[in-house]
Every structure is written in structure tokens, then in C-alpha cells.
């Protein structure tokens, strides 16, 4: 069974993981839902639904923000990093690098529970790994 968006905001806000981890989150006017997890409240995740997946998209910073010269050196940096990123991927929409993960639209509300909390953490571990590169 497939969970829509609306559903799922209404779960996520009155659930707190065996970890600790509350949600708030939020239909937003464009139908995505916005997403912030208590083990990480400064990165709100997006979450948007296709046909075919859930996509949670964290927006992490702009290529403004990186030091002048060190973006092909960021690149190569969040390559390495990628495989032991468990759950996520990088990526770059427009101007932003966001740190994304898809899923079936019939996962389970405690596997999304359990991927929204991973994401979030590893945001945090993300930017600890590259802040010598940021502005």
C-alpha cells in the first residue's frame, strides 16, 4: 500500500524513533513535504512523490559557499565519501549540492522513518568532512 504525503507528514508528527527522534513536518503549498528531523533541525529534508518513488532531497549549500578553486577538489572529495554515505547520494541541482535517497512508493512508514533519520545524520557527517572546503 502506498502512503501519500499528507499521510505520512500526519505519522511522522506524532512519532518519535527508539532513538529518540521526532519529526516535524510539513505539507508545503507545492506538494512537497518538508521534513525536519530532531537529530539534525538545521537541514529540513524535502520529500516529493513521482509515479514510481519517494524522493527525500536535503539541500546542503550553494557552490558560492565553496572556497575559489576548490570545487574540483570538493567533487572529488564527495566521491570518495559516497560509498560509505549508507542510504544517500550527492548531487547538484542547479547552483545547490544536495544530499538525496529514493525509494519505492510501497516502503514501509518504519523503513522511511528509518532512512529519513539516516539521511539526517548523515548530513551532519557530510559537512564535518567537508568544511576545510567551504567558505
Known sequence: MTITLEELAFRLNDHVTD???SFDALLMDNGVLEVVCSNNDEFPLHLAQTDTQLLAVTPLFNVSEVIPNEVD???????????????????LQDDTYILFGAMALGT????????????????????????????
Request: charged residues 15%; negative net charge.
Open 19 to 21: 532513538e529518540g527522534t
Open 73 to 91: 577538489n570538493l567533487n572529488k572529495v564527495l566521491l570518495q565519501l559516497a560509498p560509505a554515505v549508507p542510504l544517500s547520494a550527492f548531487g
Open 108 to 135: 514501509s512508514f518504519e523503513i522511511i522513518v528509518h532512512e529519513l533519520e539516516v539521511q539526517a545524520e548523515n548530513t551532519i557527517d557530510v559537512l564535518e568532512a567537508i568544511q576545510s572546503l567551504l567558505a
